[in-house]
C-alpha cells in the first residue's frame, strides 16, 4: 500500500503533473450516504493533490436490481445536504441524463466530452475491484483512466484469485492507497432502521434529519 501524499501523487500524476483539474469519481446509489461513505472520500481528497471527489449519484447499478431503490432526487439531495460545508466534496447528477442501467464507461465517455479541460480518476473499494472485470468494457476504462483504489473487508470468492483479477491488482492503472477500513453499509442502515435502531451516528445530521422526517426505510 502507498503511503504519503507525495507517493500516492507520483503514482497518479508522474514525473509531469497535468495543469487541469483533477477530480477523483466516487460512483455509487448513495441509499442513503453514510459517515463510511464521506470519511473516506474525504481521506482521498486530502491525501492527494485531487482538487475535488465528486459523488456520482447512480440511479440505476446495471448489477443490482432498482425497484429497492429510494427516488434518485432523495438520493441526490442527501449528498448534497451532508457535503454542504466541504468545498472539496461535489454532488454529481450527471448520470440522471444518461441511459439506464448505468455503465460506467458510458458516464466516463461523456464526462471527458464535457470536461475536457479536467483529468478525472476513478475512487473504488478493494471489494469493487475484484469484480471489475465485469463491468462493461473495463479495459476502456483502464485505457482512459487510473483508479485509486482503497482497502474494503471482502468476503473471497472464486473470483478473487482468478488471473484477470490477479493481473488487475498488478495493473500500472491501480493506484492502491491505505486509508480507514469501516465496515458500514447503507444496507445495514436500512436495515437497522427498519428494526427500529438509532442510526444517527452512523449518518450526517442533516441526513438523519432527512431520512427521519421523510419516514425512509421504516
Ligand atoms: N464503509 C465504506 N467504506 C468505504 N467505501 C464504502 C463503504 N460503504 C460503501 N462503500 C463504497 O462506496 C461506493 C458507493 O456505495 P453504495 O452506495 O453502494 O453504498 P453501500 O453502503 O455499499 O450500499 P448498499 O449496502 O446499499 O450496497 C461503493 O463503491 C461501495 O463499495
Ligand atoms: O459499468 C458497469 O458495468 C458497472 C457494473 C457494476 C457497477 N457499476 C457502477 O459502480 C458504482 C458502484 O456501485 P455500488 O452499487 O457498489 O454503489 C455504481 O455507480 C454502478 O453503476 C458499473
Redesign the pocket.
Known sequence: MSDTKIDLDQLLWGENPTGAKKIGL?F????PI?V??LI?ANYIVSATSLDEVWFVVTPHNPHKKKASLLDDHHRLAMVKEAIEDNIHLRASDVEFGLPQPNYTTNTLAHLREKYPEKAFVLI??E??LRSFHKWKNYEEILKHHKIVVYP?VHVASEDSTSEVVASLDAHEQIIKCDAPI??????FIRDAIKNGQDVRYMLTDPVFKYVDEMNFYR
Open positions: 466516487f455509487g446509489t448513495f441509499n453514510h463510511g461513505h473516506l473504488m473499494g471489494d469493487n474494503r469501516m465496515n458500514i453499509s447503507a444496507t
